[in-house]
């Protein structure tokens, strides 16, 4: 069964950084790429970031680029966000989020993690 | 960046009717679309792909086409565990830019 587990998450102040981890099993992780989507209270999805299955390929939005850094350790089936420079509209439930190899789509998805930044 | 909207933004339909819901890029994606599913508290989850595949385990009263800029997604007899909100997304290249969201309740 696949299964992706965030954690991490917590209450930050503003300017601070935190560091996401996104846990799978059930399936060969290095063979995935993956991506973060978050979701702000009461607000629609926002996809973050992506990565390559080899970390060849890395993609960031706007709203993060040179804030946010995308990584995953294949050996140790983990994907991870490195949050510095946090803001108060960073404040979101982040979702790991799996791409499925052939049809690119965004198969399986996370609980979710959630960054409060906050003073 | 390609913009994806979504009308409407809300609707309100009995059990039984049927319901169509738009998204539309601002430039053509092919038919790189997919729709989520995602009810209050929950996780989103993956109804169709290319924009008018079934994801495995999807009941079939969802139906999605469309290709280039204009989508649709159908629920063609409304049920009680449908009430979520919908969510179109294009995934043919980056930003992976999803819509703003319809919510779908019962009238």
């Known amino acids: 069964e696949v299964q992706l587990v965030e954690s991490g998450g917590g209450l930050v102040q503003p300017g601070g950084s935190l560091r996401l981890s996104c846990a799978a099993s059930g399936f060969t992780f290095s063979s995935y790429s993956m991506n973060w989507v978050r979701q702000a209270p009461g607000k629609g999805l926002e996809w973050v970031s992506y990565i390559s299955s080899s970390s060849s390929t890395i993609y960031y939005a706007d709203s993060v680029k040179g804030r946010f850094t995308i990584s995953r350790d294949n050996a140790k089936n983990s994907l991870y966000l490195q949050m510095n420079s946090l803001r108060a509209e960073d404040t979101a439930v982040y979702y790991c989020?799996?791409?499925?190899?052939?049809?690119?789509?965004?198969?399986?998805w996370g609980q979710g993690t959630l960054v409060t930044v906050s003073s | 960046d390609i913009q994806m909207t979504q009308s409407p933004s809300s609707l309100s339909a009995s059990v039984g009717d049927r319901v169509t819901i738009t998204c539309r890029a601002s430039?053509?994606?092919?038919?790189?679309l997919a729709w989520y599913q995602q009810k209050p508290g929950k996780v989103p989850k993956l109804l169709i792909y290319?924009?008018?595949t079934l994801q495995s385990g999807v009941p079939s009263r969802f139906s999605g086409s469309g290709s280039g800029t204009d989508f649709t997604l159908t629920i063609s007899s409304l049920q009680p565990e449908d009430v979520a909100t919908y969510y179109c997304q294009k995934y043919n290249s980056a930003p992976f830019t999803f819509g703003p969201g319809t919510k779908v309740d019962i009238k």
């Open positions: 989020a799996r791409v499925s190899i052939a049809a690119r789509k965004f198969d399986y």
């Open positions: 290319a924009a008018s």
């Open positions: 430039q053509g994606i092919s038919n790189y």
